[in-house]
């Protein structure tokens, strides 16, 4: 099966569903990210909401089937909103006893992790294109992830758009709940009302302890992305939370 880019779209929102995190948007892939998708999206690739673009291997009850995913039974990270790839590359690449499923709903994004994927000749990184939070909710049993990255969501900078913020009570409590008791939660953000907000929420959680006093230094094994250096550049902190699952 080989997809032009055009083939992926997102299914528009029904009444009654929760709000999206995300704003689709589109954008030029290029030669070597259209190659990419067309050629690496049936071997590495999966998406949340379309049956035509190839769906997860599911188990009998609807639970993703993580070994017939990755061939093998390793301890699973979920990555929510893996932009380009640097950072999910370099982290399952320093990591190989772990297994990374990276949920990206912007496909420039989707397409160039499969080319940083075939570079990196990795095995154990999967991409799945659409809502990550549709994904955990529907598909990823209770206590089963090792841990979940959050890094740099969409900051939703206007007030009245803070609904649509990742971190937020209901999403963390969900986000919990898939992990087994000791996976962490890492959150990273270089919007200082954000983080705030990350710490209030996360702290709040009664599931969850704080592995620092507050914040915590950037971890060594999170690499610096560009993006993010261009955060920095502009003189933005950047601050990560790192929560634990208590019970």
């Given at each position: 099966?080989?997809?032009?880019?055009?083939?992926?779209?997102?299914?528009?929102?029904?009444?009654?569903?929760?709000?999206?995190?995300?704003?689709?948007?589109?954008?030029?892939?290029?030669?070597?990210?259209?190659?990419?998708?067309?050629?690496?999206?049936?071997?590495?690739?999966?998406?949340?909401?379309?049956?035509?673009?190839?769906?997860?291997?599911?188990?009998?009850?609807?639970?993703?089937?993580?070994?017939?995913?990755f061939g093998r039974f390793a301890p699973l990270v979920l990555e929510i909103g893996s932009g380009m790839g640097e950072t999910t590359v370099a982290m399952a690449a320093a990591d190989p006893s772990r297994d990374y499923l990276a949920v990206e709903a912007h496909l420039p994004g989707v397409a160039n992790l499969l080319v940083l994927i075939e570079r990196a000749a990795l095995t154990n990184v999967r991409v799945a294109h659409g809502d990550a939070l549709d994904l955990v909710r529907r598909h990823v049993p209770e206590g089963t992830l090792d841990a979940v990255h959050v890094f740099f969501p969409d900051p939703w900078p206007k007030a009245r758009h803070h609904k649509?913020?990742?971190?937020?009570?209901?999403?963390?409590?969900?986000?919990?709940?898939?992990?087994?008791?000791?996976?962490?939660?890492?959150c990273a953000t270089d919007w200082a009302d954000y983080a705030d907000q990350m710490l209030e929420v996360l702290t709040a959680d009664p599931g969850l302890e704080n592995t620092a006093d507050g914040f915590v230094a950037r971890p060594a094994h999170r690499p610096v992305t560009k993006f993010e250096q261009r955060g920095i550049d502009l003189g933005h902190e950047v601050r990560d939370v790192v929560m634990r699952r208590t019970r």
């Open positions: 099966m080989t997809l032009p880019s055009d083939a992926f779209r997102h299914v528009a929102s029904r009444a009654h569903e929760p709000l999206r995190t995300f704003h689709p948007r589109r954008a030029t892939l290029g030669r070597d990210r259209e190659r990419a998708l067309a050629h690496l999206w049936p071997r590495f690739g999966f998406s949340v909401h379309d049956d035509a673009l190839g769906r997860a291997p599911l188990r009998a009850d609807g639970s993703l089937d993580v070994a017939a995913l649509r913020r990742l971190v937020q009570p209901a999403h963390v409590a969900l986000l919990r709940s898939r992990l087994r008791v000791g996976g962490t939660l890492h």
